[in-house]
């Protein structure tokens, strides 16, 4: 989940998957590469680009002290002046080799007005990115990106996970690509003026504004993002938009039946019109709510299956910065779960006592940990590759420009 969705509403929904065994690959999939090593680090990560297509930038463990804090004191922990970024979190991310990173900010649930809130968060992620110019840059295009990866610095493309600041001006798309904005997710669970979300049990759909704001992004060379989207709204969009879309950060409903994965039919209509689909590292990949790295490695391996291997990525929906006493967060994110729940935007499979994220798979080593494990399961390097980076690359290269 992306580090910016509100004290309140921080992390995202939590699915389910089926053991890494039940995700099979054509047979000619899995035959070795001349590259493969049996055992030992997959040798071409130092120089490939990582795309993470939804993540952040956040220390847990400051989270974790500021919540202890105000337990203690009754009092929540007033934010810093300037809005500093945790001095692990950023060599963290560095450390991650994280080439970009899908940013989410702006409004995704509350009371506060969608429109204003979402230009002061542009002007927040802004003066930031001015701050760590040294470990930090903000991406226009997809040239940017080889750049970030050249200067050794993280990318960061601006992202909405609700176009709810849309209000009834489909026209705000263009007002946003000029602020930087360059992805742009239609719904977030819930339903709002562009169609419903991914819990709303109507399924209806892309609503006719909806098709305005799918053509004003298209024109504004925006990418439509469909994560969080209801399977109708979903397939509709992707049938509406003259360009490709992507999904940033899900997984296979195939897998695990949880309404924010998605069903193969979307998943292949994704691919057909030449869209990339991002595989998260959530507990949403098992329907136990109890995933492993195994599981993640089973939902891509689906996804090629279904999409081809030039149409799957990554979008861990999380940090860089891995959780150094599990057992001590899980009550915050209990807490921020029955939070969520009384707000009416938690998603089925969030529940007590399960954490947003793949517990053995976190902190800085999780992009290597999975080019390793898909290398020892016999995908080779260019495929790799491609996961990791090259396939969304490609897909910003055809939305943005290069």
């Known amino acids: 989940m992306a580090d910016n969705l509100r004290e309140g509403f921080a992390r995202r929904d939590f699915l389910r998957l089926v053991s890494a065994s039940a995700a099979t690959l054509p047979f000619a999939a899995y035959m070795p590469s001349p590259l493969l090593a049996s055992e030992g680090s997959w040798p071409g990560f130092k120089d490939s680009i990582v795309l993470n297509n939804l993540g952040g930038l956040s220390d847990p463990n400051m989270r974790l002290r500021n919540y202890n804090k105000k337990k203690e004191t009754g009092n929540p922990v007033a934010g810093r002046k300037g809005m500093a970024i945790s001095a692990r979190a950023l060599e963290d991310a560095i450390d991650s080799g994280m080439t ?135 397939l509709d969009a992707i049938r509406a938009s003259k360009t490709p879309i992507c999904i940033s950060h899900t997984g296979c409903r195939a897998l695990a039946n949880l309404p924010r994965n998605k069903s193969d039919e979307e998943l292949r209509l994704v691919a057909e019109k030449g869209g990339v689909v991002g595989i998260y590292f959530m507990p949403f990949l098992k329907e136990d709510s109890f995933p492993t790295a195994d599981d993640v490695v089973a939902h891509i391996e689906h996804a090629i299956n279904v999409c081809g291997e030039d149409h799957v990525g990554i979008g861990t929906d999380g940090g860089t910065t891995g959780v150094d006493d599990l057992e001590a967060y899980r009550a915050v994110i209990d807490d921020e779960i029955r939070r969520r729940q009384a707000a009416g935007i938690s998603a089925k499979g969030e529940k007590p006592g399960v954490v947003p994220f793949i517990p053995d798979i976190q902190g800085p080593g999780q992009f290597q940990q999975l080019a390793d494990m898909l290398y020892a399961r016999g995908h080779n390097s260019a495929r790799i590759e491609k996961i990791l980076g090259l396939n969304f690359l490609r897909y910003y290269e055809g939305i943005w420009g290069e």
Request: hydrophobic fraction near 40%; proline fraction near 1%.
């Open 100 to 234: 970009a990173v899908n940013m989410t900010l702006g409004y995704v649930a509350g009371d506060m007005d969608p429109f204003i809130y979402s230009v002061q968060e542009i002007a927040n992620w802004n003066r930031r990115i001015r701050r760590y110019d040294d470990k930090l840059m903000k991406i226009w295009s997809a040239a940017d990106i080889r750049r970030a990866k050249d200067e050794g610095k993280v990318g960061i493309i601006m992202g909405f996970q609700n176009a709810a600041m849309m209000g009834d001006d489909a026209s705000r798309a263009e007002t946003f690509a000029g602020l930087g904005v360059k992805i742009i997710q239609l719904t977030y669970n819930v339903r709002n003026q562009i169609g419903d979300g991914s819990m709303e049990v109507e399924n209806q759909g892309l609503s006719e504004f909806g098709r305005e704001v799918v053509a004003s992004l298209n024109e504004a060379r925006v990418a439509v993002d469909l994560s969080h989207s209801g399977e109708q709204t979903c």
